[in-house]
């Protein structure tokens, strides 16, 4: 086994592995239901996860991401057992198929990771918090119930108010238990801390920390959004799987599993894409507008640098809220949770309100924090109209974060407490009103599509000038049109509504206010093409995706308006011409910058760039999948495909499509995984990139890569235009003495 | 300015192109499935102009694109920046302006467009709608009639007005074009002319919970003569079902239990009636029972009390009957052998 490579022998592990935990899982099963079953979802990932452990011990020996893995395992084990256990004492029958031994699998599975990648550090410490303290939540209820002579047990052994209270304490456990609070605890009682913390961990440990640091909390936000992005897109390929063909094939009516049979999982894994996924692309933009704003700005960090770590960490016990809802009953009401359905559904729902308040409340002092950084920490001479583009584009989206997140906690909170405490705030039973409901939901949830895709729009006017080595075209119609379409954003919610019977003629103005963000985004388009224009275009791989997002932006621009206009709207509501034009302005507002992003500035934070052959196999993967996915939902969703169904009739004839569109997914699925691969790996072995790379203006990249502990050593002072390429002698920023940079 | 010309003309020929492949698509000048009610007219005709806004818009940016991309590339061996110009006052206000003007024309063809398709006719047939999970049923208030299908006359207005007794759901025949949400509390009235005889669906179209895929009614436009001799039929079956057996057969069909429990054996949602009565259930707990009226009856009024193997009662909410209805009902499932 010698002189075998470290790859051969991987896979050899990998298919021992795979095979004896592939016997052990069949013979669980039948020892569970009796029946010889070759093809149970829980066989496939109990085998899939021992081939990637067994791989990992054969291709690196017993490094610490095998000895993560094993920890996993054995935590899940753990878990999975001690759910059975108290199933049985508290159920009387033991249930193999328990989802609280599911869930302690999970939780113990996670923490097992932490714990064995790196032993003590904030992520192991911070799930052991919320673990316990959902624990003491929960009994603290239960003790209460029991005491008052109510009901204390439920089918997931705890009742509701028992498991809300318990969450509720989980994240404040978790929080107070990783260190993030420590520094404020420290001044209550009248301590003070330095300002900067000294780095106590080397290397990728200190990701795993509390940091203060704007640029690690970039990568950890960044790190997180790209798992969440990997668990939401497995989440889809599942139910595009149960799309490819017509009838139920193994979502079906007779299969269980977390106390949901398979439709009802089908609106799970449908819903928890939706929400997972926004989730992920908020962190997604905090990592980004993290990392890079300060550095734009000559700033030493953000703000508040404490509540920078603080906002980071809130949002990792609202992603494991996330996944604990697919596995207490799951919810089966889309991501938007429309009541009366959301007041009726699963205890998921209860998790999954409370994961996506937490996550709001992340969002909410991440804006609060860009804004204060951008208004005060400017370095001399960046007035407004000397800021880079992107810095603007962070700006009109924290506006929206901070103003508008808690409309969307509000309406949750709402049903929340209608269920617990039968407050009919939406019951008209009760004198409630569902519509209500509607109207408080899209006050965020509309303006938070431009959360999502400002940042990306900002991330192509400021890469589209240095690839095209040209000024940007129109420079303050492209600020302002940012800052126009988050204020115009605002009074457009109710187009989501044209169909939900509130008053009638209050469709009209908002057609009216809906199209007119046609104009500001036009805006955007025109400039980007002037900017091309009698450029000398330059294609590395951030530049594809930055030409991707602008054609695949165009397509969701382009669908967008005819949803506005009420008539046909009242056609295209709810179909999949919804989901097509939506994915079109997602991946085109946020998927394609944030690959661009990251392809771009990954040589700022590591000193090494990607691997370019497998950045355009990624890209020239992607985008031509992707076009097929848009277009056959748009075009089945015009022939009256409905949205969020977990099948249809085949009578409609949308089969073959369904399964083109079901390849597609996958096509996307692997170009990703050809990304992930590359970026873990070129983290090690790319090649040396230290200076300009990218030969920019951009003052990040007058120093050496990567980038300095406290950024800049020497301040800058803004001298000229942020992207006056080809005007010969003109500098961006120049460097207090002694010049440090070496400037084209 | 020979730039200019060139991506001037390739600019239309790619509005054309573009606009001739949605048309062989099938998607350009009406919105498919076929138009089967006058409403859809003016609703197609918007679309169509869309489509050409659209295909022009695409065009105008996707050319001169494509076009700087190619021809204003870096060629090998070159270095240098482009052109150094930073931007163009009025240019941007003409594509603000503009813009501007086309938002307004569309706003102004839609909120026509909605007027016609709201035009109200006086004499326009009454029809009650009533949503549940996961069916609908169809009440011709004229003529006593329950039907889960949705019988309608050809060129006649008819103006549904919906019910929910559960959760939102929404109507939607994608041949009418036209949806309306049904939400509890309140009735939502949907208002279409059909035009064209034939069998459609209406398909619910807001996610109402597990089986809402399923929730599938026909909708049949039938032509005046054969409309008038479904009602006549309707009101003889009607008439004749003045039996324990009939009216529980009634009652199964307005409160919609038979959305989720066949009465051919096939498996729903929940459990078939075929054969159910006097036989032997099986419960996930392990236990059985045999199937007297005691049992329907706690089916009925408390469907969480027992989990047959296999279905999740959570589903099915309780409903209160009288003992009449529910004996009548139970007359009717023990005819289901």
């Known amino acids: ?744 | 300015m020979r730039h200019f010309i060139i991506v001037g003309i390739l600019v239309i020929v790619m509005a054309i192109l573009t606009y001739v492949g949605l048309d062989v698509a099938g998607i350009a000048t009406q919105m498919h499935p076929i138009a089967a009610s006058l409403q859809s007219v003016s609703i197609d005709w918007l679309w169509n102009r869309e489509i050409i806004a659209i295909s022009f818009l695409f065009a105008l940016i996707i050319v001169p694109m494509t076009y700087s991309l190619i021809v204003f590339r870096r060629r090998k061996g070159e270095t240098g920046d482009g052109e150094h110009f930073e931007g163009n006052t009025t240019l941007e206000i003409t594509w603000t302006v503009l813009p501007l003007f086309a938002v307004l024309a569309f706003a102004y063809m839609g909120a026509y467009s909605l007027g016609e398709i709201n035009r109200v006719d006086p004499d326009a047939l009454v029809i009650k709608v009533k949503a549940q999970q996961f069916t609908w049923t169809f009440e011709y208030p004229e003529y006593e009639i329950v039907s889960k299908e949705l019988h309608l006359p050809v060129d006649q207005q008819v103006v549904l007005k919906m019910e929910s007794g559960d959760v939102i759901h929404s109507f939607w025949v994608p041949e009418f074009r036209v949806k309306q949400d049904v939400v509890p509390g309140r009735v939502t009235e949907y208002r279409i002319t059909p035009t064209l005889v034939g069998d459609y669906k209406v398909r619910c179209a807001e996610l109402c919970g597990a089986s809402h895929y399923s929730m599938e009614n026909l909708v049949i436009v039938n032509t005046q003569a054969d409309y008038d001799a479904w009602i006549a039929e309707q009101r003889a079956i009607a008439a004749a079902s003045q039996t324990p057996e009939g009216r529980g057969q009634l009652l199964t069909v307005k409160n919609g239990c038979i959305g989720c429990h066949s009465v051919d054996g096939s498996k729903l949602v929940g459990p078939s009636w075929q054969g159910i009565d006097g036989s032997t259930r099986d419960f996930a707990d392990g236990t059985s029972a045999i199937a007297d009226d005691a049992y329907i009856i706690e089916s009925i009024r408390n469907p969480q009390a027992r989990e047959v193997t296999g279905f999740s009662p959570s589903s099915m909410p309780p409903y209160t009957l009288t003992d009449e209805e529910i004996a009548n009902i139970i007359a009717y499932i023990k005819t289901l052998k």
């Open chain 1, 1 to 744: 086994m010698k002189n075998v490579s470290p790859v051969v022998r991987g896979w050899l592990f990998f298919a021992i592995g795979f095979i004896v935990a592939y016997s052990i899982g069949i013979g669980l099963v039948f020892v569970a239901s009796g029946s010889l079953v070759y093809s149970h979802l829980v066989t496939w990932i109990l085998a899939s996860f021992a081939g990637a452990t067994a791989y990992s011990w054969g291709a690196s020996g017993f490094s610490q991401l095998t000895k993560g893995l094993v920890w996993l395992g054995l935590g899940a084990l753990a878990g999975f057992a001690l759910g059975l256990v108290v199933e049985l004492v508290v159920q009387g029958s033991l249930n193999w198929v328990a989802p609280i031994a599911s869930l302690f699998a999970l939780l113990f599975g996670f923490t097992g990771f932490f714990l064995g990648v790196a032993g003590n550090n904030a992520v192991s410490k911070g799930l052991i918090s919320q673990i316990s303290g959902t624990l003491i939540g929960a009994i603290f209820v239960t003790v209460i119930r029991v005491l008052m002579g109510l009901e204390w047990k439920g089918p997931f052994i705890f009742t509701e108010p028992a498991w809300v209270l318990g969450a509720f304490f989980g994240v404040l456990f978790f929080l107070a238990g990783n260190g993030s609070v420590s520094d404020w605890f420290k001044w209550a009682r009248g301590i003070d801390t330095p300002e900067h913390h000294e780095e106590h961990y080397s290397g990728w440990e200190k990701y795993l920390n509390v940091s203060l640091d704007h640029k690690v909390i970039g990568v950890q936000y960044t790190i997180t959004a790209l798992l969440l992005i990997s668990i939401g897109g497995l989440f889809a390929l599942v139910f595009r799987t149960e799309l490819a063909a017509s009838q139920l094939q193994f979502l079906t009516t007779d299969m269980k599993l977390f106390g949901q049979n398979g439709p009802q999982l089908y609106n799970t894994f449908m819903s928890l894409h939706g929400m997972i996924m926004i989730v992920s692309i908020l962190l997604g933009v905090a990592g980004i507008m993290n990392y890079v704003v300060p550095l734009l700005l000559g700033a030493q960090d953000m703000a508040f640098p404490r509540l920078n770590a603080f906002s980071f960490w809130l949002a990792v016990p609202a992603a494991v809220l996330l996944l604990m809802s697919l596995i207490l009953g799951g919810f089966d009401t889309g991501w938007t949770g429309y009541p009366p359905l959301s007041a009726k559904a699963p205890l998921g729902i209860q998790m999954f309100f409370l994961g996506v308040f937490t996550a709001g409340w992340s969002s909410i002092l991440g804006a609060l924090n860009i804004i204060a950084t951008v208004i005060r920490m400017r370095s001399k001479g960046m007035i407004a109209m000397r800021m880079p583009i992107f810095v603007w584009a962070a700006v009109a989206t924290s506006i929206i974060s901070l103003t508008a997140t808690q409309l969307i906690g509000l309406s949750f909170q709402l049903v929340m407490f209608q269920r617990l405490f039968g407050m009919g705030f939406f019951d008209p039973a009760k004198g409630g009103n569902p519509v209500l409901f509607q109207h408080l939901f899209w006050f965020y949830s509309h303006p938070a599509v431009y959360v999502f895709v400002l940042p990306g729009l900002g991330v192509i006017s400021e890469l589209l000038p240095v690839f095209a080595r040209k000024p940007l075209f129109g420079y303050r119609w492209v600020a302002m049109s940012s800052l126009g379409i988050a204020l115009v954003g605002f009074v457009v919610w109710a187009h989501h509504m044209f169909t939900s019977g509130m008053n009638e003629y209050l469709r009209l103005p908002f057609m009216y206010s809906t199209l007119l963000v046609a104009i500001p985004t036009g805006v955007k388009f025109f400039s980007w093409v002037a900017t091309l224009w009698k450029g000398k275009i330059v294609f590395p791989t951030p530049m594809l995706f930055v030409l991707g997002a602008i054609v695949v932006f165009l397509l969701g621009g382009l669908t967008g308006p005819p949803n506005a206009t009420v008539s046909v709207d009242l056609h295209l509501h709810d179909t999949y011409f919804i989901v097509g034009h939506f994915h079109d302005t997602i991946f085109g507002g946020f998927v394609f910058p944030f690959f661009a992003a990251l392809y771009y500035w990954f040589p700022k934070a590591t000193g090494r760039r990607m691997n370019e052959t497998l950045g355009k196999i990624h890209f020239w993967l992607m985008t031509p999948s992707f076009f097929i996915l848009t277009f056959g939902m748009m075009r089945i969703g015009l022939l009256g495909m409905r949205r969020r169904i977990a099948d249809y009739d085949p009578g409609l004839g949308f089969d073959a499509t369904h399964l083109v569109l079901t390849i597609a997914g996958y096509l996307i699925g692997l170009s990703v995984l050809i990304f992930i691969y590359n970026f873990f790996n070129s983290i090690k072995n790319g090649d040396k990139a230290e200076g300009n790379v990218w030969n920019s203006r951009s003052p990040e990249w007058q120093v050496p890569s990567p980038m300095p502990m406290h950024n800049y050593d020497q301040p800058f002072e803004v001298v000229g235009e942020p992207y006056d390429y080809g005007l010969p002698g003109s500098q961006y920023v120049e460097f207090a003495a002694p010049a440090k940079s070496k400037h084209n």
